[in-house]
Nanobody, 118 residues
Framework: VQLLESGGGSVQAGASLRLSCVAS??????????MGWFRQAPGKNREFVAH???????EYADSVKGRFTVSRDNAKNTVNLEMNSLKPEDTAVYFC???????????WGQGTQVTVSS
């Protein structure tokens, strides 16, 4: 199984970015997995950002509620993260993840860097 992220970059505070993750794999049924995003800032643990459950429910970390929107397209095996009103504290490597509804991750992407400057 491969999760390939794209869309990271360097922006000013207040800007927007859209991350995308495409999943592939012969035995991987995308629609059966909860798909989401985690992030890891320098010197910090990896933390949950948002996910969309295989049944369609959405969950967000408190720090991103109202600013980030997660969505999925089962026909394209894609999960997206729309990030608005970015803050310097959003700076991190963002990882795509596939797992279950309870936060257990079975597959990880390689990560994409997001840098927000003030």
């Amino acid at each position: 199984v491969q999760l390939l992220e794209s869309g990271g970059g360097s922006v000013q505070a207040g800007a927007s970015l859209r991350l995308s993750c495409v999943a592939s794999g012969r035995a991987f049924t995308f629609s059966h997995y909860t798909m989401g995003w985690f992030r890891q800032a320098p010197g910090k643990n990896r933390e949950f950002v948002a996910h969309v459950k295989w049944k369609g429910g959405l969950e967000y970390a408190d720090s991103v509620k109202g600013r980030f929107t997660v969505s999925r397209d089962n026909a394209k095996n894609t999960v997206n993260l729309e990030m608005n009103s970015l803050k310097p504290e959003d700076t991190a490597v963002y990882f795509c993840a596939a797992g279950d509804d309870y936060g257990s991750v079975e597959f990880w992407g390689q990560g994409t860097q997001v840098t927000v400057s003030s």
